[in-house]
């Protein structure tokens, strides 16, 4: 049974709410950032809370935060330079080895793996996955799909709420879409990290149920007391629109390769059958519905 659990990058969207989860079931967290000073802005004080620095460029901080404790939950962030994700990953596998953590839970933060078309970002994930995978560690990897929150995002929904049409997520209308929450995704990091039998496993995650594009937009229709249509933009309008918004062609030509290769899977192609992920992990998630009622 793991006690003490580190997490890198404690601020992220992904990691936060693994932090507030694994605090309620009275777990000891070393929470980890690069701006200690936020740390304490967004979790206060906790007796089974400690805070601490560390940084994915630097190999000793992440010697320091693995050591002595049972498990630690590890994900990139959106790099700044090629070179980078190479160099968090070599520091990740040594720091792990060197301080014998017994348990790596790492998530590739996106779609993964060969059932989806090359592209710059399926092929940045699954180097990733194949590098971890290659090292030999005591991981389990968690491939989750396209996060829910994304349509938290004002730029990917920018209709949403003055004219009730949600163009997010650039897929087919018909295309049953399987989306990952954060909140989803902490709760099979947690739940792994309590399965020693997951050590050594690559699952591909999900939250539940799938939803086509009509099924979505009633759920945000219900959520915002409005009507909602799906009128969904092509990945070459999606990744344009961003990539201009954002002064990057290149973001822009990799979420339409993205969307291209999740598009290109077909109608149920995405599916995922979230029934045997939760008996597997021995979990519960809630509908996507209700999460998007709590936002």
């Given at each position: ?199 050594g496993e690559t699952i591909e995650i999900a939250s ?40 990057s062609p290149e973001v822009g030509q990799g979420l ?40």
């Open positions: 049974m793991t006690t003490t659990i580190t997490i890198l990058n404690a601020l992220s969207a992904q990691a936060s709410p693994l932090v507030g989860q694994a605090l309620n079931k009275n777990y000891k967290v070393r929470a980890f950032a690069r701006k200690t000073e936020k740390l304490n802005n967004r979790f206060g004080e906790n007796p089974n809370l400690t805070k601490g620095h560390a940084d994915l460029n630097d190999l000793n901080s992440l010697i320091t935060a693995f050591d002595g404790a049972d498990g630690a939950f590890v994900h990139l962030p959106i790099p700044q330079s090629p070179e980078q994700p190479g160099l968090w990953l070599q520091n990740i596998i040594a720091a792990t080895r060197q301080s014998k953590l017994p348990h790596l839970v790492f998530s590739t933060s996106g779609p993964t793996g060969s059932r989806y078309a090359s592209t710059p970002m399926i092929d940045g994930t699954s180097a990733a996955k194949s590098a971890i995978e290659a090292a030999n560690l005591p991981v389990t990897i968690l491939m989750p799909t396209i996060y829910l929150e994304n349509m938290q995002v004002p730029p990917f929904v920018p209709q949403l709420h003055s004219d009730g049409i949600l163009t997010y997520p650039p897929l087919p209308a018909d295309m049953k879409i399987a989306f990952t929450s954060h909140v989803d995704q902490a709760r099979y990091a947690l739940a792994a990290f309590e399965k020693p039998n997951l050590i539940k149920p799938m939803l086509n594009g009509a099924e979505l937009a009633q759920i945000f229709s219900t959520a915002l007391g409005q009507p909602v249509k799906f009128e969904p933009l092509t990945p070459e309008q999606f990744g344009t629109q961003i990539g201009e918004l954002f002064q339409t390769g993205l969307y291209q290769s999740i598009s290109a899977l077909g109608k149920n192609g995405m599916a995922i059958d979230v029934a045997a992920l939760e008996e597997k992990f021995g979990i519960e998630l809630p509908s996507i519905a209700d999460q998007i009622a709590n936002w």
